[in-house]
């Protein structure tokens, strides 16, 4: 079935270092989307990609999608203590449609 | 307001008992999802359901059932052949085939006591 990874699981940064967290499907995905679950709380919508190569920009956050629609990054420039958290990315398709497989997060840490 | 509600948000059972998570959304949505959050092991998916009447299990269905009735409401029974049943619940819904940008509730933790 669908896999969804995501690495690194945690990662601590000073505030002002860069970020970076990957995804990588075990099958070819329809789209694949960016959420942010702050600690406490439920997983908020950032972005979804759906072209092959894709980049798009949010301020300090740059995500791709992969030449093959098969893996993905999110990468934040001079992390604030704002952007605290766990990232997941998520991804349809394969043969199940309508299934959304969700990775195993990243959980950033920035230190003031 | 529209949006995703779930109720309750804090559950005790004892062991050996059922219980029904309720997820209700206003929002028109087509696709409702179930999924179980564990520290360090991200979302898991249950079950989820793309139209009423209907629905398909996820990666951890074993110890869970759910109906889709109503198009409002996807409720979530975890039963007590779910051997280890506390963890966060989270439901989502989805507006359908040209928009899959998911809206979460807020939440319900069960704690089997």
């Known amino acids: 079935g669908q896999q969804v990874m995501q690495i690194p699981q945690y990662q601590h940064v000073q505030e002002g270092e860069d970020f970076t967290t990957y995804c990588n499907s075990s099958?070819?995905?329809?789209?694949i989307q960016w959420y942010k679950q702050r600690p406490g709380g439920h997983p908020v919508f950032l972005i979804q990609?759906?072209?092959?190569?894709e980049v798009k920009k949010q301020k300090r956050l740059t995500f791709q999608f992969g030449e093959a629609k098969k893996n993905s990054s999110l990468h934040i420039t001079a992390t604030q203590t704002t952007d605290v958290g766990t990232y997941f990315c998520?991804?349809?398709?394969?043969?199940?449609?309508?299934?959304?497989?969700f990775g195993q997060g990243t959980i950033l840490t920035v230190h003031p | 307001d529209g949006g995703i509600t779930q109720s309750p948000k804090y559950l005790f059972r004892k062991e050996g008992q059922n219980v029904t998570l309720s997820c209700e959304q206003n929002?028109?949505?087509?696709?409702m999802y179930w999924y179980r959050q564990d520290p360090g092991q991200g979302l898991r998916l249950i079950y989820y359901?793309?139209?009423?009447?209907?629905?398909q299990k996820g990666d951890i269905a074993e110890g869970y059932s759910v109906s889709r009735e109503k198009k409002e409401s996807f409720p979530l029974t975890v039963t007590s052949a779910q051997k280890n049943p506390t963890a966060f619940y989270l439901c989502?819904?989805?507006?359908?085939?040209?928009?899959?940008?998911?809206?979460f509730g807020q939440g319900t933790r069960l704690t089997v006591v």
């Open positions: 359901s793309q139209i009423v009447n209907d629905f």
């Open positions: 099958t070819t995905l329809s789209n």
């Open positions: 989502a819904s989805v507006p359908g085939r040209r928009s899959t940008e998911a809206f």
């Open positions: 998520a991804g349809m398709g394969g043969t199940s449609y309508g299934k959304l497989t």
């Open positions: 929002l028109n949505h087509d696709a």
């Open positions: 990609l759906v072209k092959s190569g």
